[in-house]
């Protein structure tokens, strides 16, 4: 892999240890060296009101079953939840390292997303879930997300347990 870039380019003299000057660089460039560097993405935590956005949902059943969904994550994951973005709810704050890519992000631990067709829940590794799929009832999935119309169409002990052992 090599040292980090900045450390090869810099002058030894240039560094004074005792002042702190470039202290900075050096433990980013440490960091990005052992840790990998953070891809920067579009969707981002926001300070947006998680009530306000699903109190503005047009659907009266998206909203009562986004406030299921929201206590269970809670629970699961003892965070507050934040907005991400201007549609998705997460909660808990992780590096995330694409097992396809390779990119690393920072993302929620687990979250979801009152959609217009369904509500999609990102549970991340739904593999792990395999048993407890077959028993949730009428779903989809796709790309560490699990898509459901409305809660009424599954086992709502199995999607509690579900998002329980993903929240952990």
């Keep these: ?9 810099a002058q030894p003299e240039s560094f004074n240890f005792h002042s702190g ?7 980013k460039s440490i960091k990005e060296y052992h840790m ?21 949902l047009p659907d009266e059943q998206k909203r009562k079953d986004s406030q299921v ?4 994550m809670q629970k699961a994951t003892k965070e507050k ?22 990119r690393e992000v920072e993302w929620f631990k687990i979250g979801f997303s009152p959609r217009k067709s369904n509500l999609s829940l990102n549970l991340i590794n739904l593999q792990k879930h395999a048993d407890a799929l ?15 119309n409305k809660l009424g169409d599954v086992d709502i002990k199995v999607l509690e347990k579900m998002i329980m052992a993903a929240g952990k």
């Design 1 to 9: 892999m090599g040292r980090p870039r900045s450390l090869v380019a």
């Design 21 to 27: 000057q470039h202290q900075d660089v050096i433990v």
């Design 36 to 56: 990998g560097k953070l891809a920067e993405i579009k969707t981002k935590q926001t300070e947006d009101s998680v009530n306000s956005f699903i109190d503005s």
């Design 69 to 72: 969904i929201l206590k269970m």
């Design 81 to 102: 939840p934040k907005m991400w973005g201007s549609s998705i709810i997460g909660f808990g704050k992780l590096r995330y390292k694409s097992p396809t890519s390779g």
């Design 134 to 148: 077959k028993k949730l009832g009428k779903h989809k999935t796709g790309m560490g997300c699990l898509y459901i």
